[in-house]
């Protein structure tokens, strides 16, 4: 682990916690749902403004999402939560790199493919971070990530061998 600023709070990585306190299944209950690349392009185009934001939406990204291009311009999810989970063929949030802000939760899971979450901009999450059963998953960098408003949980991810938080300081 590389956490060295964490000044306080609660970091748990323990099986099945966040299946169990239900954060996997509030993402479909709330959002609404992408499940493949030309309803992704059409979300982005509609609804994130000029300056990057997304707002008043939780996005579920699901099912045979497979590029997240279109979103490489958002940068703050406004009043709304983040959810990538169970999708067959997603390898890569690269296309996140611009992404700054989430006020609510920020959920990544179930996705068979994704090796990496690399979000070098993010700074802030207003709710949880999640990261679970992510089988092929090795690697998670959130170097600029400072602060997370709820719990930060990572669970059954078998595959994960490194994990890189330099710069947070409050969960």
């Not at 609804?47 to 099912?63: K, P, Y």
């Not at 999708?87 to 994704?114: F, H, K, M, Q």
């Not at 059954?156 to 490194?162: D, E, I, V």
């Amino acid at each position: 682990f590389d956490i060295p600023s964490l000044e306080s709070g609660t970091i748990f990585l323990l099986p099945n916690s966040l299946r169990d306190l239900g954060y996997a299944e509030m993402g479909a209950e709330k959002a609404g749902t992408v499940s493949d690349n030309e309803q992704l392009a059409e979300l982005a185009q509609q609804m994130i403004s000029a300056e990057g934001v997304l707002q008043n939406v939780t996005m579920n990204i699901t099912g045979g999402v497979t590029d997240l291009t279109p979103l490489s311009g958002l940068k703050h999810i406004k009043n709304g939560g983040f959810y990538i989970q169970e999708t067959s063929n997603l390898v890569s949030l690269a296309p996140l790199e611009n992404l700054e802000v989430v006020d609510g939760d920020l959920y990544v899971g179930d996705n068979e493919a994704l090796t990496k979450i690399a979000l070098p901009s993010l700074t802030e999450v207003g709710g949880y971070v999640g990261i679970q059963y992510d089988g092929a998953l090795a690697d998670i960098s959130l170097p600029s990530l400072t602060e997370v408003g709820g719990d930060l949980g990572m669970s059954n991810n078998g595959a994960l061998t490194n994990i890189s938080l330099p710069s947070l300081t409050e969960v």
